[in-house]
């Protein structure tokens, strides 16, 4: 109970701080009986652009996005939310539906009333954020303007992640931690190169531990289908950036495959596979990451102004 309180009365304060002094402000909105909270930056532009809605991960929440988000173009408006089940969006009953669809139909009421309803978003979605945003996509078509996912969930892995493997030979769920030594096995699959701070290990599992029934009802309903997002993948229309690291343990690189294959309709389709990084694409490689949606969702091709990006950012090394 003390290290729940080092958290909510600590921790989380001075992560608001942080998000703040990045141009994000905190928002709550009721619809669809959910206190859904979220934050949101201004666009200098949003006029004239469309926002970009940020969709997060299973079990995380919507400061994991900030880093990246903070880096998007200051014209457009940003939007992420906590999704139902995740950070202070309320309730989190254990015995909703969690499925998908589900999160998929209560995100679109959300942006109905968030968001201009007449406007098209530039949504970007991460592992299960990306299975929902992908699912969305091709549901509400006419309000996508295009879509970016990241290391995917939903897939077909033609070769299985360590994760995966992990998982069918044991009773333990690698992404169900509750103690502090699972939460530091848990980054190691996470990231590339884990940079964690093993004193917040215990918080983490404090904090995971009041959240599990929720949790694990919520990976239940995800999983129900392993390959529930292939269902929809000939449905979405809109302009398409996939990425995902190389370096991946949780959910395999080779599920790019099965997308490219699968999405057979966008209006254009750009493939970005990325070096040195694991499934924390977002956080690994913020700045790829960000280069990558600015320039998608300005309209032109992400692969040759990362590949410009790394070049820069090798020169540079060398010269230090």
Known sequence: MVLLHAFDYL???????????????????????????YI?????????????????????????????????????????PDMPGHGRTEPKDHLAGYGANEQA???????????????????????????????????????????????????TMPQKSNAYKLMENSVSNPLLPRTADEIIELTSYMSHRPKFPRFLAPILAAFRERNFKT??????????????????????????????????RILDPSSLSVLDEKITNPEAKYILPIDECGHML??????????????????????????AFRSASSKADIQR
Request: glycine share 6%; hydrophobic share 40%.
């Open 11 to 37: 921790i989380a304060p001075t992560i608001e701080f942080a998000h703040f002094c990045r141009g994000f402000r905190y928002k709550r909105t009721t619809v669809a009986a959910f206190d859904w909270h």
């Open 40 to 80: 949101q930056r201004e666009g200098s532009a949003s006029q004239t652009t469309e926002p970009v809605v940020f969709v997060h991960g299973f079990s995380s929440w919507k400061g994991s996005w900030v880093k990246t988000a903070s880096l998007v173009d200051e014209k457009y408006q940003v939007v992420i």
């Open 105 to 155: 139909q209560r995100l679109h009421v959300f942006m109905e009333n968030a968001i201009e309803p007449e406007q098209k978003v530039h949504l970007v979605g991460v592992s299960m954020g990306g299975l929902i945003a992908g699912v969305y996509a091709a549901m509400y078509p006419d309000r996508v303007r295009s879509l970016t996912l990241i290391c995917a969930a939903g897939l």
């Open 215 to 248: 949790d694990e009802m919520i990976f239940n309903d995800m999983t129900a289908k392993p390959t529930l997002l292939e269902d929809y993948l000939p449905h979405i229309r809109a302009r398409t950036l996939l990425m995902w690291g190389k370096n991946d």
């Open 282 to 307: 977002h956080f690994e490689q913020s700045e790829v990451c960000a280069n990558a949606i600015n320039a998608f969702i300005h309209g032109e091709d992400p692969t040759s102004v990362v590949e």
